[in-house]
């Protein structure tokens, strides 16, 4: 994925505006975005998903499209897609695979050891982190393409609309 060259990733759109030089600019002066994107579902069909995913594969297949559809595009991100999902359904076998044989084995001389699925899991959980970034599914990586920025006032957290709702019915309350 494309960044500062420095290695680091860029920080999430509400980040940089947040700490912003000015009105419009991020800290280091650079123009940012007139008006934040605001992420919504995408209002096209989800495309069917390949008949060789499995259930996991398939439900991730769904999110995918119905939640970052807006700017993944079916012609050019499919191969990537169907990888990011086979993914899913790979880590979902080796999850099962790691509840049966428990995270000790024992070694060739008999004594316990930590489960070498272990690390094959923390390894492929990296890939798919890699892929997710590539597709947008990351807030920096949703900054860095422009397509997302979280915005009060928007719905963006609906655990502070709730303690707001909250809030009015007791005031209403009090002052009855």
């Known amino acids: 994925m494309g960044g500062t060259g420095s290695g680091r990733r ?3 759109l509400e980040q940089r505006r947040a700490r912003g030089r000015s009105e419009g600019r991020d800290s280091g002066g650079r ?3 007139d008006a ?6 995408a209002e096209g069909r989800v495309p ?7 259930d996991a594969g398939t439900d ?4 995918l499209w119905r939640d970052a559809g807006t700017w993944l595009a079916a012609g050019t991100d499919w191969d990537l897609l169907v990888r990011l999902c086979e993914a899913e359904d790979t ?6 695979a790691l509840a049966d044989t428990g995270f000790f084995v024992t070694g060739s001389t008999g004594q316990l050891r930590p489960n070498p ?10 890939e798919i982190l890699r892929m997710e970034r590539e597709c947008g599914l990351t807030p920096s990586a949703r900054g860095a393409l422009g397509v997302g920025e979280v915005v009060k006032g ?9 303690l707001r709702g909250h809030a009015a019915r007791q005031s209403r309350r009090g002052s009855a």
Request: no cysteine; glycine share 6%.
């Open 10 to 12: 860029p920080a999430p």
């Open 36 to 41: 934040p994107v605001v992420l919504s579902s």
């Open 154 to 162: 928007q719905g963006a957290n609906v655990l502070e609309d709730i």
């Open 91 to 96: 880590r979902l076998g080796m999850r099962k």
């Open 48 to 54: 069917d998903a390949p008949d060789w995913l499995g």
């Open 60 to 63: 991730r297949w769904t999110r």
């Open 31 to 33: 123009k940012l975005p």
């Open 117 to 126: 699925l272990i690390d094959k899991l923390r390894l492929h959980d990296a």
